[in-house]
Nanobody
């Protein structure tokens, strides 16, 4: 399983960014983020069909996860806040049937992409 991330960068508070992650197959996909000195936390996930999604409370209503038929998963991030600053990782879950929120439930990880939100 290969995951290739793109997107990220610098945005101002209230701005938007979009992350992309292309997988080598069809899997349940999640996004996690890790700020300096903190744990890697769940952000959002989407099922194989794209019909079901899940979000962390901190991003619900601001971030949207989606996927296309070419195994690319997107994370549209709107109304960005400085506390959204982190390295964002996409991940693939090949073992479960439904969305999981623990990083230990995900088997493969992208290389990570930096998102920085200035105040």
């Amino acid at each position: 399983v290969q995951l290739v991330e793109s997107g990220g960068g610098l945005a101002q508070t209230g701005g938007s960014l979009r992350l992309s992650c292309t997988a080598s197959g069809l899997y349940i996909m999640g996004w996690f983020r890790q700020a300096p000195g903190k744990e890697r936390d769940f952000v959002a996930a989407v099922t194989k069909s794209g019909a079901m999604t899940a979000y962390a409370d901190s991003v619900r209503g601001r971030f949207t996860i989606s996927r296309d038929y070419k195994n690319t998963v997107y994370l549209q991030m709107n109304s960005l806040k400085p506390e959204d600053t982190a390295v964002y990782y996409c991940a693939a879950d090949v073992r479960h049937l439904g969305i999981e929120r623990l990083k230990s439930d995900y088997d493969y990880w992208g290389q990570g992409t930096q998102v920085t939100v200035s105040s």
